[in-house]
């Protein structure tokens, strides 16, 4: 092993101690060199110094969801890309505009010119995106992995530039990603029959779920709560069985910890996150269940 293969998995050692779980990467290239590398990835150093001794040539990847982090990939344009004038990081830092900015993270230069922003991850469990922030970004969480800095493609290796503590992914990114990521799965637009009265003790039991979640949020997580909250009520909304401006008043209320809190988040912020919920909500109303003489709450959570 040479002096720059030393150097870098020295680094890589590094990294374990931090916590963040690796796994051998194959040489000049992205792809794993062994199966099931995210529950194998590993903080270990006598492990990953054995293997790389013996692999010198092969990357490391890092498990993003092992590790904590969640990371931002911001590309640069593809050549035949007619805006030439932006890249990934343009983009993102416009985003950021007028939402607090980004703060000062761990960040990677990869071979083509962009970058990677660690974050620590958020409580909301996070997946992989493709351009759902924008053009030019990505995102890598639970399931997702990166190449480790010092790792080497054929146009160049993946360099460390800042080694500021991984901070916090920010709220308005936990928000926007989550957002993005929704699947929701509703039944058919359509209006029951039945009066809302009808129906209380069912809307009851979501109301008070849903109003339970947004004051149990924790920060990292409250615009997500907010809007998935939001987002539920919404669909009683649309289903005709509950007030919008009683639901934004009720949703507000219990937002009220947030508001007070230490974090950026404002009265402002959360009633625009609560208004596009209940929006999104309202665009897929409920199914709601059929009535009996005793009535049931199950499948509350098939929103």
Not at 84 to 110: N, Y
Not at 172 to 185: I, K, P
Not at 281 to 291: D, E, V
């Amino acid at each position: 092993m040479n002096a720059a293969d030393r150097a870098r998995l020295a680094g890589w050692v590094d990294l374990a101690a931090r916590g963040w779980a690796l796994f051998p990467v194959l040489p000049s290239r992205k792809q794993p060199a062994i199966a099931a590398w995210e529950s194998r990835a590993t903080t270990n150093p006598e492990i990953i110094v054995d293997y790389f001794t013996a692999h010198p040539g092969h990357n490391a990847g890092i498990a993003c969801g092992p590790s904590g982090l969640y990371v931002i990939d911001c590309d640069t344009p593809k050549p035949d890309a007619t805006d030439q004038t932006r890249d990934g990081w343009d983009v993102l830092t416009a985003l950021a505009d007028g939402r607090g900015g980004l703060p000062d993270t761990w960040m990677v230069s990869t071979p083509s010119g962009g970058r990677h922003l660690y974050f620590r991850a958020p409580a909301a469990r996070l997946g992989n995106t493709a351009k759902a922030l924008g053009p030019m970004l990505d995102s890598r969480g639970h399931g997702g992995q990166v190449l480790a800095p010092g790792s080497r493609l054929p146009n160049g290796s993946y360099q460390l530039t800042d080694d500021t503590t991984p901070a916090p992914l920010p709220d308005w990114l936990v928000w926007h990603l989550s957002v993005r990521a929704s699947t929701t799965v509703s039944g058919p637009p359509e209006r029951p029959a039945t009066a809302p009265r009808d129906h209380g003790a069912y809307v009851s039991a979501i109301k008070r779920d849903e109003l339970q979640r947004v004051e149990k949020a924790q920060s990292g997580g409250h615009n997500a709560a907010v809007f998935t909250a939001a987002r539920a009520l919404g669909q009683l909304v649309g289903a005709g069985v509950l007030d919008e401006d009683q639901a934004a008043a009720e949703l507000t209320r219990a937002a009220g910890h947030i508001i007070a809190g230490p974090c950026d988040c404002t009265t402002a912020g959360i009633s625009a996150t609560v208004r596009s919920g209940l929006a999104y909500g309202a665009r897929r109303p409920r199914r709601l269940p059929t009535l009996s003489s005793n009535p049931s709450i199950e499948g509350r959570r098939s929103a």
